[in-house]
Nanobody, 124 residues
Framework: QVRVVESGGGQVQAGDSLRLSCVASGLSGEPRGMGWFRQAPGHEREFVAAISRTGIIIRYSDTVKGRFTISRDKGKNSQILQMNNLKPDDTALYLC?????????????????WGQGTQVTVSS
């Protein structure tokens, strides 16, 4: 059984940093492409960042580019999202996602496995 678990959310002030972690277990074969989405109340689910199996290919949404950094442990289905200079608009439930393949995607249907999410709240 595949299990995707996020950690590291919390409540911070604008300008602060947070580090989200995600571990996916129960997957066989080589590591998969991974990523992060977020969803705020009353808003659609939004792509945040994605990283390929090797970590070589990375993509960010325009809203987080330059502030967030995605990385992963080599050879493992685990990843980190370092979030700096957080803004109130970053407030959302952050969801770790895992593909069935090695590449990246910025589309929700490009990911097969989803975590339950970790809440990030940024106050002004």
């Amino acid at each position: 059984q595949v299990r995707v678990v996020e950690s590291g959310g919390g409540q911070v002030q604008a300008g602060d940093s947070l580090r989200l972690s995600c571990v996916a277990s129960g997957l066989s074969g080589e590591p998969r492409g991974m990523g992060w989405f977020r969803q705020a109340p009353g808003h659609e689910r939004e792509f945040v960042a994605a990283i390929s199996r090797t970590g070589i290919i990375i993509r960010y949404s325009d809203t987080v580019k330059g502030r967030f950094t995605i990385s992963r442990d080599k050879g493992k289905n685990s990843q980190i999202l370092q979030m700096n200079n957080l803004k109130p608009d970053d407030t959302a439930l952050y969801l770790c996602v895992v593909r069935d393949m090695s590449g990246i995607s910025d589309k929700a249907d490009g990911y097969r496995y989803w975590g339950q999410g970790t809440q990030v709240t940024v106050s002004s």
